[in-house]
């Protein structure tokens, strides 16, 4: 997931929107953090990291709060 948010190439947001669902919570921690950082790239991913913000794991639901936050303002991890 980490590779993938890394590249900042829009079609890594699909893959990236499965590891959402994943069983491990440091899954769709990284996958969240990653879809972050390819900023208004990864919009499709917005309803589900939505929904990850009732996720029982706290460091996902951060994750995917930063995420949005990110998506919406358009800036990226690596910017700031």
């Known amino acids: 997931a980490d590779a993938l948010g890394r590249i900042g190439a829009g079609p890594a947001a699909g893959p990236l929107q499965a590891r959402l669902r994943d069983a ?34 706290e460091a996902v639901r951060r994750a995917a709060t930063d995420a949005l936050v990110k998506i919406v303002t358009g800036t990226s991890h690596d910017a700031g």
């Open 24 to 57: 491990v919570a440091d899954v769709r921690q990284a996958a969240a953090e990653a879809l972050g950082r390819l900023g208004r790239a990864a919009v499709p991913a917005v309803p589900l990291l939505l929904e990850l913000q009732g996720d029982k794991a």
